[in-house]
């Protein structure tokens, strides 16, 4: 371990309140609901130091990397992990296939995205949350790092999503998951690249995924107020930085009413696959992954929608710092696998 993840694990290890001391002396409060102590110290620290708006997206990516690999707990112990290539519309993608300890036969399966406004984020920043869901949840999880822009912009992550969805399904065998029984899932920009490929599936008739897990989504790239602004300063994700990701995906402001960039402006969502919905409660998309789990319950959609109040932005990758976290995502875990098996 490094000494700067010592410094970090051992200061979040601090009682509660000696923690919101040291992030200014009193809770944050932001629409009835108080954040997390870890969360605030990391706040109050991640405020000073330079926002990804100022850096290019390269060296954006390795400095995030760097910062979440101070926060992100180990990988399960035992699970399984092999190294492949997705076939993909711009060439191959890499990937992870993730299975549990001592799995034998086929199994239900996930296809997973990580989040990073589909500018930032690779295989490794969601490596701790597939292991976690692969041991939990009991399932095969098939971890694939989509293009990124600006090299690659929109509609590149949403062709190398389906693509992805669609490879798995043809070599579900292979991947020792059940045909039929695949989901596909996300966090933030892999949650909505997830509710894109539900409704692909229904707009171009391929197989529906069995499940579409929506952490944190992006679902509308032009929704404004609410939470946008009430948290739309909080770290780790803010306002201007979901300005600044929507400016390196998206060819032109005019994409942003486009149903495979903005999944909530889709009018008809009757009969897409059933859903498991979970926002934070610090979090300037808390509002529109909300108002998409009304949405598609409206449309008779199976949704299960729960909001981690207490948590920030991107508290999949925080399970090694902040034990609310590790909570969640075990939850989440949990969820996944009775909706799979």
């Given at each position: ?52 708006t ?49 799995s ?18 690779d ?25 990124l ?23 579900a ?62 770290y ?53 992954g ?52």
């Amino acid at each position: 371990m490094s000494l700067q993840k010592f410094i970090v694990r051992t200061l979040l290890k601090l009682p509660d309140g000696i923690l919101v001391k040291m992030s200014g002396g009193k809770p944050l409060a932001i629409d009835g609901r108080i954040l997390d102590a870890r969360a605030q110290l990391l706040a109050v620290q991640g405020a000073r130091q330079p926002s990804i708006t100022t850096l290019d997206p390269v060296t954006a990516r390795s400095a995030t990397s760097e910062g979440l690999s101070l926060l992100d707990g180990a990988p399960r112990s035992g699970v399984e992990v092999q190294p492949l290539e997705v076939p993909g519309p711009g060439g191959p993608l890499d990937a992870r296939l993730y299975l549990p300890a001592g799995s034998t036969g086929p199994l239900p399966g996930l296809v997973f995205f990580h989040f990073g406004g589909c500018v930032i984020g690779d295989l490794d920043t969601c490596h701790t949350f597939c292991s976690m869901i692969s041991d939990i949840a009991g399932i095969a999880v098939l971890n694939v790092a989509y293009r990124l822009a600006p090299e690659h912009r929109f509609p590149a992550q949403v062709h190398d999503a389906v693509a992805a969805y669609k490879w798995a399904q043809g070599n579900a065998e292979d991947l020792r998951m059940i045909p039929g029984r695949i989901g596909v899932g996300g966090d933030s920009a892999g949650g909505y690249l997830s509710a894109v490929v539900a409704q692909e599936a229904k707009r171009e008739g391929f197989e529906a995924p069995a499940l579409q897990l929506l952490i944190y989504p992006v679902t509308d790239w032009s929704w404004k107020g609410g939470s946008m602004e009430s948290c739309g300063d909080v770290y780790p994700l803010t306002a201007d930085i979901m300005e600044w990701f929507g400016a390196h995906y998206l060819n032109a402001a005019s994409e942003k009413d486009d149903v495979r960039v903005s999944p909530m402006k889709e009018a008809d969502l009757s009969g897409l696959a059933p859903a498991i919905i979970v926002t934070a409660g610090f979090d300037p998309l808390r509002d529109q992954g909300a108002a998409y789990a009304e949405k598609l319950k409206a449309a008779g959609v199976s949704v299960a929608y729960s909001c981690e109040d207490s948590l920030p932005h991107a508290f999949t990758a925080m399970t090694g710092v902040i034990p609310a976290a590790n909570a969640a995502c075990e939850r989440i875990a949990r969820d996944i696998g009775a909706a799979l098996r």
